[in-house]
């Protein structure tokens, strides 16, 4: 039988993973369906079931968990509901896809991994940018023991505040939902990556500033790593009013004899130059081919989906039919969150750093 999913939240990131399954499913990439939609907005839920075909629609969340009729819960909520749900769907045994960030604070973020492990479920996080392309293939790029050592990597990473334009996610400017700002709604990716590209860390150092005024949500967080391995990395983090631009990350990683440059978050192209070469560039078509080779996903209909979607939804609906821990899991959250919750705590006592 299809999967049974039941989508709680039904905003923008709840119509992104919406298409998502309806068009892998429609490729024949999933064998899934949508069994239920909730939302608090009832007429929100309802124009949200009637353009996905869904059956049931409900303003509980907790009666879709419930129902022997599930067996996947999406949860696409303002952050501050994600750990009462996600801890619900772990004591009724349900797999769950938990958008991120995982909760408003580490001690609950920790909560959550513990029930999730506790119970058995399978459990994903939406780090989505572990699945973009460009990312991927630059990690492959960087593996190339010629380049030496990592020394530095610069990050940049600045969007209009989200509680407008296309986003229209007004909570976020409501600490008790969102939790804090820019550092945490957004720059968990961020966090994330560095670690990736970075390895583990020694120390973190951080400040947080709030220009646009909203209680405890800082639009403006700047951090700084150092990593066991020596290497370091800052991270500017910005949530500014300039609707015209779009979201963008620019990631600027050096090595001993190499250096490497993307100013776009899943496409690319790569820029970078080896101590034997000209400047070289991999272009956004190349980068998708190389991708897909890297997770074995070859074909025409593998190659459709990443150009309308990601590849997010089937890796994780997949790993669920096959019976495999998805990933990123809580155990990559969860390191994310350690990051996050340090600079917070550096930002706290005046920059002062903080071990890891």
Same mark, same amino acid.
């Given at each position: 039988?299809?999967?049974?999913? =039941? ?12 298409? /998502?399954?309806?068009?892998? +499913? ?5 064998? &899934? ?13 309802? #124009? ?9 629609? $409900? ?20 952050? #501050? ?8 769907? *772990? ?11 995982? #909760? $408003? ?7 959550? *991994?513990? /029930? ?11 780090? !989505? ?12 790029? $960087? ?66 500033? +709030?220009?646009?005024?909203?209680? +405890?949500?800082?639009?403006? &967080?700047? &951090? ?16 500014? +009013? ?12 050096? @090595?001993?004899? =190499?250096?490497?440059? $993307? ?8 820029? @970078? ?8 560039? !991999? ?35 997949? /790993?669920?039919?096959? =019976? ?8 990559? *959250?969860?390191? #994310? ?20």
């Amino acid at each position: 039988m299809p999967l049974r999913v =039941g989508l709680i939240g039904c905003g923008l990131i709840g119509r992104f993973h919406s298409r /998502a399954v309806r068009g892998l +499913n429609k490729l024949g990439l999933v064998d &899934a369906e949508y069994a239920a939609v909730c939302d608090l907005a009832e007429e929100k839920a309802k #124009a949200f079931a009637e353009i996905a075909g869904v059956p049931w629609v $409900t303003t509980d969340a907790v009666a879709l968990i419930d129902s022997p009729d599930i067996d996947v819960v999406y949860v696409c909520v303002p952050t #501050a509901r994600h750990k009462e749900l996600v801890l619900r769907a *772990a004591e009724k045994g349900k797999h769950v896809f938990c958008e991120k960030p995982m #909760a $408003t604070s580490l001690p609950d973020v920790l909560a959550v *991994a513990e /029930a999730v492990r506790r119970s058995g479920v399978k459990a994903g996080v939406g780090l !989505v940018l572990r699945h973009s392309p460009v990312y991927n293939v630059l990690k492959s790029l $960087t593996e190339d023991q010629a380049l030496g050592r990592l020394m530095a990597i610069v990050f940049r990473d600045d969007q209009f505040f989200p509680i407008q334009g296309h986003y229209q996610s007004d909570w976020r400017r409501d600490y008790r939902l969102a939790g804090s700002g820019t550092l945490l709604e957004h720059s968990i990716h961020d966090m994330d990556l560095l670690r990736w590209f970075g390895g583990e860390v020694r120390s973190a150092r951080g400040s947080v500033r +709030n220009f646009a005024g909203h209680e +405890n949500v800082e639009d403006l &967080a700047t &951090a700084h790593l150092e990593f066991e391995s020596g290497a370091q990395a800052s991270l500017t983090s910005i949530w500014h +009013n300039v609707l015209g631009r779009p979201s963008t990350r620019r990631l600027e990683l050096f @090595f001993e004899s =190499g250096a490497f440059f $993307t100013d776009h978050d899943f496409f690319g192209p790569i820029h @970078f130059q080896t101590h034997a070469s000209l400047p070289q560039t !991999v272009s956004e078509e190349e980068v998708c081919a190389r991708y897909l080779e890297l997770v074995g996903c070859a074909g025409a209909p593998f190659e459709e989906a990443l150009r309308r979607f990601t590849l997010e939804d089937y890796f994780f609906l997949t /790993a669920i039919r096959q =019976g495999r821990e998805p990933f990123p899991g809580v155990d990559t *959250a969860v390191r #994310a969150h350690e990051l996050v919750d340090a600079v917070y705590r550096s930002a706290a006592a005046g920059g002062e750093a903080v071990s890891l």
